[in-house]
Nanobody, 124 residues
Framework: QVQLVESGGGLVQAGGSLRLSCAAS????????MGWFRQAPGKERWFVAA????????YYANSVKDRFTISRDNAKNTVYLQMNSLTPEDTAVYYC?????????????????WGQGTQVTVSS
């Protein structure tokens, strides 16, 4: 079955950096769009970044643009989220998701498969 496993979360001070990884299995990774979403306590799950099947198209939420970078390695079935200049407002559980069809999307309902999430906590 399809599995998405996130890693790389943790506790970091404001201004610091983290790199999240999401390893996929059970699907033809190179044909799927991938996305990152986040959910803070008591809040909805929000779009963060997305990348199309080839890596040639990326989208970002305005709140993370110029600070976060999404990338993928189709040979390793892995998508990454490099997060720089982190602020306490970035604190959330981060989820990766896989979308059929390959086109990057910002709507969570366009994603069929989800990981279990990884906690990112940014201290002030």
């Amino acid at each position: 079955q399809v599995q998405l496993v996130e890693s790389g979360g943790g506790l970091v001070q404001a201004g610091g950096s983290l790199r999240l990884s999401c390893a996929a299995s059970g699907l033809t990774f190179s044909t799927y769009a991938m996305g990152w979403f986040r959910q803070a306590p008591g809040k909805e799950r929000w779009f963060v970044a997305a990348i199309n099947w080839s890596g040639g198209v990326t989208y970002y939420a305005n709140s993370v643009k110029d600070r976060f970078t999404i990338s993928r390695d189709n040979a390793k079935n892995t998508v990454y989220l490099q997060m720089n200049s982190l602020t306490p407002e970035d604190t959330a559980v981060y989820y990766c998701a896989a979308g059929e069809g390959g086109a990057a999307a910002t709507n969570r309902y366009d994603y069929a498969y989800w990981g279990q999430g990884t906690q990112v906590t940014v201290s002030s």
